[in-house]
């Protein structure tokens, strides 16, 4: 799949439908009651990925790795219930800081099948998460055939993505995500307002929920709100093309 743009995270068919008409590259299909990468259940996802269809690609995120490690095989099942192949799977790490991940998170990588791509998540709060660091899930998922790095919060009370950490060490992971071969995405309660200050980061997606909803995380996604994130987005990769032809090139205004 392409990853380039906007991604939306939505919960129901309706939201799907919203996000689509707001512009989304790419739908993402998760349960945010769930926690920050809570899985939907299968019918859910199946629903939403027959609505979506080819018009654009259907990611899923299949929860955190401590889940598999209490319930082994779970995300295997979950994935064969939902019966549609999804583009790709994102799985979380949280809690598992000081516990022996790295044979579960490979064994379930490869496992998945062939066709979807395997998006390995930072937490940018990993501390308060109990995650590993960052840089030892971009090595886990170089090692393991993950095509794209997600760098995300686990806390989505706490503070967003640009304030969750430094800005140098949230630079350095996604440095060591492109050298190692990733493609990067960048979430974590991303405000509009802050689009144009991921420029410096060059990532690869903007995947947003909490910004495309009214009433926020757990509210309803919004088709205007979708559309101006995109169009912000847009912005951030007209930006990009320019510099790659001159690095003297301004910013452009959201």
């Given amino acids: 799949m392409r990853w380039r743009g906007l991604l939306v995270s939505?919960?129901?068919?309706?939201?799907?439908?919203a996000a689509m008409a707001g512009g989304a590259?790419?739908?993402d299909v998760k349960d945010p009651a769930a926690g920050s990468l809570g899985a939907a259940s299968?019918?859910?996802v199946a629903s939403i990925a027959a609505t979506v269809g080819d018009a654009a690609p259907c990611t899923v995120a299949a929860g955190e790795?401590?889940?598999?490690?209490?319930?082994?095989?779970?995300t295997a099942r979950w994935l064969e219930a939902i019966s549609v192949l999804p583009a790709a799977v994102k799985l979380g790490l949280a809690g598992l800081a000081d516990a022996d991940w790295r044979p579960v998170f490979e064994a379930v990588m490869r496992g998945l099948p062939a066709a979807t791509a395997r998006v390995a998540v930072a937490y940018a709060d990993w501390q308060r998460a109990a995650a590993p660091h960052p840089l030892e899930i971009v090595a886990a998922a170089a090692a393991t055939g993950c095509?794209?790095?997600?760098?995300?919060?686990?806390?989505?009370a706490g503070p967003p993505l640009l304030e969750a950490c430094r800005a140098d060490e949230l630079a350095s992971w996604i440095g060591a995500a492109r050298i190692a071969g990733l493609r990067v995405a960048a979430a974590g309660r991303i405000g509009l307002d802050a689009i144009p200050l991921l420029q410096p980061l060059a990532v690869d997606v903007v995947a947003l929920r909490s910004a495309v909803c009214s009433n926020g995380r757990t509210g309803t996604v919004d088709a205007a709100l979708v559309r101006r994130a995109a169009d912000a987005v847009a912005l951030l990769e007209t930006f990009r093309r320019a510099t790659a032809r001159d690095p003297r090139a301004p910013l452009p205004r959201p």
């Fill in 65 to 74: 790795l401590q889940d598999e490690m209490a319930d082994p095989g779970r």
């Fill in 25 to 27: 590259a790419i739908i």
């Fill in 10 to 17: 939505v919960r129901n068919v309706a939201e799907a439908q």
């Fill in 42 to 44: 299968a019918p859910v």
């Fill in 147 to 156: 095509s794209v790095l997600l760098v995300d919060t686990a806390d989505k």
